[in-house]
């Protein structure tokens, strides 16, 4: 676990005084990641934007609570955004419905590929995922958690998440594909 | 987070190029959340003008000091005696007796002056004491004589001590009044608030009962009409039809309109009802819109800061220093009255600010405002010889209110100009009078300073004028030290004294200061705490 900044630590430390500069500039700090993180996972940017808010409500509310020893500071308020987001789809009562009698695992999109196009025609690929399979392509190929992971956060089995992710892959390969050509 | 790799960093980092909206607007959102969810509290804020208010009393109080008012007052008529005293011995010197004038003048001196004159003189008399002591081989008639003298001088100072006391105390007891007087209007301030408030509400409430019952009684009374009109429609055109032998088929025409007229009255209601729900969706819409506008407004607000401050005035080319107060006393406590401050923000580097400086000094030269021959009026008794009475301009006093633009060219150092319109609230002068002889008007036979505002002579200076001034300033933090000249764009006084004098003068004056900024307002706050 790397070391936390020192700026970073001096605002933790003003953020625990509910010191509102030192919130204003951690929130700041994180604003790009923690923003194309719920850009990530909510479709609608507006919503993006209110779940953004509601996760560093949530950090500023608990950051008495974090403790440098345990986790680095990114990893912890990343972790806080990812659970808002989950919440608020969870909200929504998304389904995961899956085809688990033939599961053939797509293989990963190659970097190359993903190369060709730009960001923002990513986002907007990935959002055209349905609700779910866009949630557990994130969870396993952005922020890197695993099958049994995602199978605990969402409440799903493994078979369930590997399906999602696999058909994630597959819609996402053939959206590429036609971008690249048209 | 276990560990699969499978091109997660690409993927984030690729992702986090997405085009994102504005920080700082996602931030104001953010912040009004913190407000309403993690409000800061604003303990510190009150501490700040509890302490302010507090040293402002006890100001005040030092200020209006009844000893101190006294020791001014008897200091200042030593003075006024001393200068008597000086004329006397000009007098006495002409006619040749030097040695004997100068001796009354320093005991007069001895037994008139005032405290710090008291103690210089005991250290004075302790030093001669000494030296005789060692000439004449320690006798102990001089040891008498310095335990004496120097009984006498704590005396004094014991006296003067419990003079200052005493009124400080009064003074104390006065404060601990007001405080439960202010604390008791508070609360009756709060409450006639509070039943303003209620009443207000009440009304409120009764006008729109009111407005209700109206509406209701106009509906009633329509729907009235229209049940009479379409009754009275089917009516005509029954009795339009109908002839003698058909009587029995008025009657079941006659139901049959009733029932009509209740069908009409029927959707007509209903109608209403309709008209009345798209009035109130129009009226919660009205009321969402005000609130919208009212918080676009409170977003649109100006950054505001207030402070106070304290200045210090130096003379400027020829001006001569004065330690007058406006009262005519000896004394410049009241020289440093604090000074208000309102700031309007237009960027971080931009502001324009307005005070309100209350019973300035500004020092001028000795200038000659008036001079009046008098003589004995021909058959009066005691016939005195004439005099020629002159009033010298020592020290004025002024209410100023400066605007000024300020811009930072450095980070924390602010330069500014701007205008002042001051306002003469008083003056001192010198009051001298002086006795004919064979060489002229030079025998002084009075000279006193006091304040000339009941004198013709205040008539002469100009009540109201203009200043332009130029600023310098750094800021850090809340703290501000800066240096502020003025100079007068007309002459204060234009007064002909005689055929070939005229005295005439224009104000300038050179400032050092500091100020406290006290209160910032959310914008301020929000200007302030962007990198």
Known sequence: MPPIDEDIKALIEGCKKNDRKAQGLLYRKFYVAMASICSRYISNQQDAMQILNDGF???????????????????????????????????????YTSELSDIKEESAIENSVIQKINADELLSLIRQLPAATQLVFNLYTVDGFNHREIGEMLGISE???????????????????????? | MSGHFENINFWAEKLQQISLPDAEQQWQ??????????????????????????????????????????????????????????????EKQKSGNHSSSI?????????????????????????????????KTHSKNADLTTNKLNNSFKKKDLEATKNIITPINSVLIKKKDAKEYVHSN????????????????????????????QTKTDKSSRLADKKNQSINTQLTNNIGETNNDEIKNNKIDDSAATKK????????????????????KKLLADSTKKKTDSSDKKRKRIALAAGLGINQFFTVGSQQHSDYNSGGTSGVLSDYIPVPLVRAYF?????LQIEAQINTPQYTKSLLASQVIKADTPGSGNPTPPSQNSVFIKKLFYFNIPLSIHYSPFENFYVGAGVQFSRLTNGVGLF?????????????????????????????IKTNEWRFLLDANYQWKNLVFGVRYNQALSNFINVQISSTQVTQARNSSIQLYFRYILWNNKKAKELFSKK
């Open chain 2, 103 to 135: 001796h009354s003048s320093d005991s007069l001196k001895m037994n008139n002056g005032s405290k710090t004159e008291n103690a210089d003189e005991t250290i004075n008399a302790k030093e001669s004491l000494k030296e005789n002591e060692k000439e």
């Open chain 2, 347 to 351: 960027s971080k580097k931009l502001y």
């Open chain 2, 261 to 280: 007229a209740e069908h009409v009255i029927a959707d007509s209601l209903n109608k209403k009802k309709n008209i009345d729900s798209v009035n109130k």
């Open chain 1, 57 to 95: 409500l949530k950090m500023f509310k608990n950051i008495q609570s974090y403790d440098e020893n345990k986790a680095g500071f990114y990893a912890w308020i990343n972790k806080i955004m990812v659970n808002t987001a989950i919440d608020f789809l969870r909200k929504r009562h998304i389904t």
């Open chain 2, 29 to 90: 959102s953010m912040e009004a959340m913190l407000d309403a969810e993690m409000p800061v509290s604003k303990n510190k804020d009150w501490r700040r003008w509890l302490i302010l208010i507090i040293l402002l009393l006890l100001l005040i109080g030092v200020c209006n000091c009844p000893g101190i008012m006294k020791m001014n007052k008897f200091s200042a008529n030593n003075d006024v005696q001393v200068e008597d005293k000086q004329s006397n011995q000009k």
């Open chain 2, 186 to 213: 508070k609360i009756k301030k709060s409450k006639t608030s509070y039943n303003k408030k209620q009443d207000a509400t009440t009304k409120n409430e009764k006008e729109n009962k009111l407005n209700l019952s």
């Open chain 1, 159 to 182: 078979g369930t998440s590997k399906w999602h992710l696999s058909e994630a892959r597959r819609q996402l390969k053939q959206s590429i594909l036609l971008q690249i050509k048209s």
């Open chain 2, 432 to 460: 001298q009078d002086n006795a004919l002889t064979s060489t002229g008007f030079d025998s002084l036979t009075l000279s006193k300073t006091q304040s000339f505002k009941k004198d013709p002579v205040y008539k002469e």
